[in-house]
């Protein structure tokens, strides 16, 4: 299998942490997003959306990492990002949809260039308004988790899974715009919980070989 990322990408490190823990080995394919490769024409060919990360699977092309994840979910079911139960499955899935569908989407690079380049922004004013929304997003988070009496050392149980696939490129994120995570310790120390396996080690930012 082939992986379209790029480093600093979030949704790009969600699936590379995903992919480890899975224990699936990609060829990895950088795409410079600083130098806007995704969108060049033969980028186009993998991802119509001209986004990343796309996951070349030899048989066919697969986009958008929450659909990725699942996919991996259902052909490599062992060991699981999702625990046993319809309940417990939501409660994970709400996790990780604070920080795929209400903190990134927003955050990301598209966006921020925008405000940038059409609205003014100088990085203080970029900081502050990444600042809003990951508050936002993990003041519900640690709401959630604290009021879980099940909750392990990780975001659901003792072991990592889909919503920790999540946040740990959040928190990377959150700390690249300053913001102060010792407003969430219990955040904090499933980051550092997180911090300490090697698959979260290895599918790292700075350790990437398009740093």
Known sequence: MKL????RSSTSHRLRIALNLKGITTDYVAVNLRVDEQ?????????????????????KVMI?????????????????LLPQGADARAHVRALAAIVGC?????????????????????????????DTWISSGFDAYEALIAADPTRGRFSYGDAPGMADVYLIPQVESARRFNVDMNRWPLISAIDKACGELEA??????????DV
């Not at 969108?39 to 070349?56: G, I, K, M, S, T």
């Not at 958008?64 to 699981?80: G, N, R, V």
């Not at 209400?102 to 004013?125: S, V, W, Y």
């Open 4 to 7: 379209y990322n790029f480093f």
């Open 39 to 59: 969108q060049n024409d033969d980028f186009r060919v993998v991802n119509p959306q001209q986004l990343v990360p796309a996951l070349d699977t030899g048989d």
């Open 64 to 80: 958008q990492s929450p659909a990725i994840i699942e996919w991996l979910e259902e052909k490599y079911p062992t060991p699981a």
């Open 102 to 130: 209400d903190i990134h989407p927003i955050n990301n690079r598209r966006i921020l260039q925008t405000l940038r380049k059409q609205f003014g922004a100088n990085e203080d004013a970029i900081n502050a308004w990444c």
């Open 200 to 209: 979260f080690q290895k599918a790292a930012p700075m350790v990437q070989p």
